[in-house]
């Protein structure tokens, strides 16, 4: 049973690209939460969503960031034109209903040149 | 605002000793209070989860309290060993009216733990 897998573990970008973040949720979980962690700072929610569905985008920039978890495969966090401000390391978490446990992807690090 | 203070930032321990880790929390309305271990370069793994009705959970050597009239918790660790050595964050969850659960998440910034020998 494997955990909650993202990838790629490290991206590199230069300013203006795009960059795609995969997260495949632990087996039997249909809620995705997607979170950023600066150096030295907790994680700051970003978004959740359920298969097919966006919960709360509350904690993501309106502009250059779209989530998605489509029927089939895994959820995609997209920022459009990166800019050095948006180098972080992005984790993936889910889990069964929401207030149950909570498990973590090994997080994507972001590096935009 | 929900908030999530750790105490200390840091700490340094020799291999074997226990050491205590310090929470204080104001989040509202409050559903349940969880402790994560993340290694360097790793996402967090949970450690603990507490209700509001629970004072004590254990896990191995780890032993978490929560007071929810002082809305303060404790982590502490026994016998340390040298992979003890991590970031330990108290991550506060708040109630929702949404129905869709609790799932709304307030991260403390960590305490890192550096076990030596």
């Known amino acids: 049973n494997a955990g909650v897998m993202q990838n790629p573990r490290h991206l590199v970008r230069r300013r203006g690209q795009e960059a795609r973040l995969r997260c495949s949720p632990m087996?039997?979980?249909?809620?995705v939460y997607w979170y950023r962690q600066l150096p030295e700072e907790g994680l700051k929610f970003m978004v959740y969503?359920?298969?097919?569905?966006?919960?709360?985008e509350s904690g993501m920039p309106k502009e250059r960031f779209s989530a998605e978890f489509p029927k089939e495969g895994p959820s995609i966090l997209r920022i459009q034109q990166v800019v050095r401000g948006d180098s972080a390391a992005y984790f993936c978490?889910?889990?069964?209903?929401?207030?149950?446990?909570?498990?973590f992807g090994s997080g994507t690090q972001l590096s935009v040149l | 605002k929900n908030q999530v203070e750790q105490s200390p930032q840091s700490l340094i321990i020799l291999e074997g000793k226990n050491c205590t880790l310090q929470?204080?929390?104001?989040?509202?309305?409050?559903?349940?209070l969880r402790w994560y271990k993340q290694d360097t370069g790793r996402g967090p793994v949970s450690l603990t989860i507490?209700?509001?009705?629970?004072n004590t959970k254990s896990n191995g050597r780890y032993t978490a309290t929560l007071d929810a009239d002082t809305k303060q918790s404790s982590l502490h660790i026994t016998a340390s060993q040298l992979s003890d050595s991590a970031s330990y964050i108290c991550?506060?969850?708040?109630?929702?009216?949404?129905?869709?659960?609790?799932?709304?998440?307030?991260f403390g910034k960590g305490t890192k733990l550096s076990v030596i020998p």
């Open positions: 929470c204080n929390y104001t989040v509202s309305p409050f559903s349940n």
């Open positions: 991550v506060v969850s708040a109630s929702t009216n949404s129905g869709a659960g609790s799932y709304q998440l307030t």
């Open positions: 978490a889910s889990s069964p209903p929401p207030g149950q446990a909570r498990f």
């Open positions: 969503l359920q298969k097919e569905n966006i919960i709360d």
């Open positions: 087996k039997g979980h249909s809620h």
């Open positions: 507490m209700t509001f009705s629970e």
